[in-house]
């Protein structure tokens, strides 16, 4: 699994407005199956190849990444996220008392 993880996740936006963190392999191709078939064009077909290929083989995890992205970009899904998030950050044990696991 480690071998699918993306050096730097990838930010973008579902349908919902929430926004999703993507990063590795499964996260992206889970997004790009989901993406809605009628806004399916050549940039998303590039991105699924690449993810499938660098799930399937040798191809490398960077490109998938970086066509991820890609696709992301123009459909103004991708998001630039400057500070952490709730998720990001971790448990304060003085709050709650216990240790981190």
């Known amino acids: ?23 590795c392999l499964e996260d992206a191709l889970e ?7 009628n806004r399916r064009g050549p940039i998303y077909q590039t991105a699924l190849r690449a993810c499938q290929r660098a799930f399937d083989s040798d191809f ?8 991820f ?6 459909v103004r899904i991708r998001e ?13 044990p003085s709050r709650s008392g216990g240790v981190i696991a």
């Not at 630039?80 to 304060?92: C, G, I, R, S, Y």
């Open 1 to 23: 699994m480690s071998d699918r993880i993306f050096d730097n996740p990838i930010f973008v936006k579902d349908g919902n407005v929430r926004i999703q963190e993507i990063s």
């Open 31 to 37: 997004f790009l199956y989901d993406w809605p078939k």
């Open 60 to 67: 490398p995890r960077s490109a998938a990444r970086d066509a």
């Open 69 to 74: 992205a890609s696709f992301a970009k123009p």
């Open 80 to 92: 630039e996220v400057t500070t952490l998030m709730p998720w990001m950050l971790a448990p304060n």
